[in-house]
């Protein structure tokens, strides 16, 4: 079957719309959705389609206003939660994130002890993300749980947590963090971070050093 130029960028609007209602993430949604709005305002334009070219560049208006929105440092608000370790709330995030955390860390598993460092990132008043570590006797910290929720991925909480702001770890004058390998996603995730593989009494780990792990102007 051959389709024509024109046709191919109906097609193509059609499925990039369909993959953005897929993303959980409220900015991969965005992005997507916004060059599916923008193949059908083309789209539109080329068929002499006017009434969808008119709609699809309100579409493409509200897509770039969001995206302003989420990506603008002035309109967001972080600040970091310290737990206790009976915390009743941070036991209900666990378990209501268990088979997502699992997925992308499979090994972890919550075990309350007086050498954790604990956690919730809140993006506003939402809790974003959630930090479980353990403090070390060398005075790093190894990363138990370093987990944000799938709408936040956009590695704002990942840049407010791993930076002097949060406190988590400045409070307690610990710079080094390093974590075991997880899952292909995971891993990916903290080399983007800045971590980097490194050899722990005879086991591979990710490793980084936090005055040089992050730039805070980094994009999502």
Not at 46 to 60: E, K, M, S
Not at 70 to 97: D, I, M, N, P, V
Not at 116 to 133: E, K, N, T, Y
Request: hydrophobic share 45%; aromatic share 12%; charged share 20%.
């Amino acid at each position: 079957m051959n389709f024509s130029p024109v046709e191919l960028i109906g097609y193509a609007g059609s499925l990039l719309i369909l993959a953005s209602l897929t993303r959980a993430s409220i900015l991969q949604l965005r992005i997507i959705g916004l060059a599916g709005s923008a193949c059908f305002l083309v789209y539109g334009i080329l068929i002499q389609a006017y009434p969808i070219a008119v709609v699809n560049v309100a579409i493409v208006g509200v897509h770039l206003y969001f995206l302003r929105q989420l990506l603008s440092k002035k309109t967001e608000f972080f600040a970091s939660l310290e737990l206790s370790q009976g915390s009743a709330y941070l036991k209900h995030f666990l378990e209501f994130h268990q088979s997502d955390i699992h997925r992308h860390q499979p090994k972890f598993s919550y075990e309350p002890r007086d050498d954790q460092i604990r956690a919730f990132i809140l993006r506003g008043s939402v809790p974003a993300g959630v930090f479980i570590g353990r403090a070390c006797a060398d005075g790093s910290v190894e990363v138990e749980l370093d987990y944000v929720v799938p709408e936040y991925r956009d590695f704002k909480v990942a840049n407010y947590l791993y930076s002097d702001r949060s406190g988590v770890f400045d409070q307690k004058g610990r710079r080094r963090i390093w974590t075991e390998l997880g899952s292909a996603e995971n891993i990916t995730y903290f080399e983007r971070l800045g971590f980097r593989t490194a050899l722990i009494d005879g086991q591979t780990v990710l490793v980084a050093d936090l005055d040089r792990v992050l730039d805070a102007d980094a994009t999502p």
